[in-house]
């Protein structure tokens, strides 16, 4: 739970320096987002987990639970208490363990003399417990009669899974209820069986064809998180398992979403700008220029990203970093060559990492097998160049021929990056989503695993998360197909 209290602590601190930046509520929602994708595996462990082995230790800090789920359940409580409240009980649990070791079950008992042992079992539960509970409510308003609201629980988990859906946790909840311009806050603890749109979708409950109807409406918002939270339904959209006509219908109705703002804003940022303007074009350059694959934009990107190779003074860093993935994904080879020279030379980690990433968003595939052969290339250190091949992994375009290298050169990574790194790159394959693919990922990486610490874990991951998405796209392909003909 140390990882867990400084993640929320950083949303505090953030959100008192500069309110305008709304990062206690963005960071809420993708951690939200980010543990409810890690809980929703059968293979999920709890935020706090065993440890037998030295693979369990290996295997025990990941962003999922380490530092998002349990975030997320330090928000969720702090807003059930109070602020005020729920301040007071970790400052009264501060003083009374200051300097001294502490363990989970005296931040309980802490918890449990000053909000109350029903909340102290509820916390500890979402602890100790892997999984998420999902919470259907049914309203009744009967004629003459007081409304009633009834709640229901049960493990939150995306169409397909075979895990057990029957847990159960006390979970805290509120609502709020009154009549005309009066109304009150109503909290209770929900237990027993029974007392969000993104994920109704993961669910199978809302066809994604139909959920993507929602999106337009979306991106004509004037808060960002807004458009944010409409646009992350776009990358449920399975690109590369759409023909080649849907990919191009796909990504025009993307760019005629967000194209006319992300031009309007411009890749160069304006003299007296506020942050919020700042984050609201790099959001929409990314899906007009990224996911949209607007031609203006990209042709705007090239020019920025020669226009730097020649003087990087010459160019704004954050519209440099902007462009960057867009020109490369329409470079040529002297584009290439320019870039790879550059982090050659470049001395700051930084900025070397992230000419090396560009590398991987380039088309056409003989460019695209040279930067992956960076990452076995003595030219680099394989801390900076495997970012080349976790990006490749990740893109429709690229998938296939990354996979090919990744086969191929597996053994020279294995002697080439720490074995908590080729965990990762284990869990990277987790990104295909076919028969095929899973029988290759499963022949390949089952008899290699066993050597690598965190091995076997980061492999059930992968494999659960490809029999997931191939069990969802069954689901939704035909509603997205339906949807992308009416574009």
């Known amino acids: 739970m ?39 595996l059968e293979a999920a462990l709890p935020v706090r987990k065993p440890v037998e082995n030295n693979d369990d230790i290996v295997g025990s800090f ?3 639970t380490t530092y998002d789920k349990d975030s997320s359940v330090i928000v969720m409580y ?10 007071d009980v970790i400052r009264g649990y501060l003083r009374e363990h200051a300097w001294k070791v502490a363990t989970m079950e005296d931040f309980l008992a802490d918890l449990s ?3 109350g042992p029903e909340v102290a079992r509820s916390f500890g539960g979402f602890i100790v417990q892997k999984g998420a509970p999902r919470i259907t409510a049914q309203l009744s308003c009967p004629a003459g009669g007081a409304p009633t609201v009834k709640l229901s629980q049960e493990r939150y988990l995306p169409v397909g899974s075979k895990a057990d859906a029957k847990q159960e946790w006390q979970v805290p909840v509120s609502l709020r209820v009154g009549t005309g311009t009066q109304s009150s806050r109503v909290c209770s603890m929900l237990q027993g069986p029974s007392a969000d749109v993104d994920a109704a979708v993961e669910r199978g409950d809302l066809p994604l064809g139909e959920a993507l109807k929602a999106v337009p409406a979306s991106a004509k918002s004037t808060n960002r998180l807004v458009v944010q939270s409409g646009a992350s339904l776009l990358g ?7 023909t080649q006509e849907e990919r191009q219908r796909f990504r025009a109705w993307v760019a005629s979403l967000y194209s006319a703002r992300a031009r309007a804003m411009g890749w160069v940022p304006k003299p007296g700008e506020d942050d919020s ?12 220029g990224g996911t949209g694959d607007d ?48 982090a050659k030379k470049e001395q700051d980690r930084s900025e070397r990492s992230r000419l090396l990433t560009s590398l991987a968003y380039f088309r056409n595939p003989d460019l695209l097998w040279r930067a992956l052969g960076l990452v076995v290339s003595p030219d680099f250190d394989g801390r900076d160049s495997q970012v080349i091949l976790g990006m490749a992994l990740m893109s429709p375009e690229s998938q296939a021929l990354a996979w090919n290298f990744y086969q191929t050169h597996f053994d020279a990574l294995s002697q080439r990056l720490r074995s908590d790194e080729l965990g990762r790159l284990i869990g990277q394959t987790g990104n ?30 992968a494999l659960e998360s490809i029999r997931l998405c191939i069990k969802a796209q069954e689901v939704h392909a035909p509603s997205v197909k339906a949807f992308l003909r009416t574009r």
Not at 78 to 87: D, I, S
Not at 313 to 341: C, I, M, T
Not at 440 to 454: A, C, N, S, W, Y
């Open 113 to 115: 003399q000053s909000a």
């Open 78 to 87: 702090e807003a059930w208490l109070g602020p005020e409240r729920f301040r």
């Open 295 to 342: 031609p203006q934009l990209a042709k705007e990107a090239l020019t920025l990203v020669r226009a730097w190779l020649a003087d990087r003074k010459s160019v704004d860093p954050e519209a440099f970093g902007s462009a960057l993935p867009r020109a490369a994904a329409h470079g040529d080879v002297a584009l290439f060559d320019a870039l790879l020279e550059a």
């Open 2 to 40: 140390n990882e867990s209290f400084t993640a929320w602590l950083d949303r505090q601190t953030v959100d008192r320096l500069e309110p305008s930046w709304d990062y206690q509520q963005e960071r809420a929602m993708s951690a939200t987002r980010s543990a409810l994708e890690s809980d929703a």
């Open 277 to 288: 303007v700042k984050e609201s074009r790099s959001l929409f350059l990314q899906l007009a």
């Open 432 to 461: 295909r989503c076919n028969e095929i693919d899973l029988a290759q990922v499963e022949t390949f990486l089952t008899p290699r695993v066993d050597k690598i610490e965190g091995g076997p874990r980061a492999l059930a991951r």
């Open 236 to 242: 449920q959209v399975p690109v590369d398992q759409l």
């Open 62 to 64: 990941d962003n999922g």
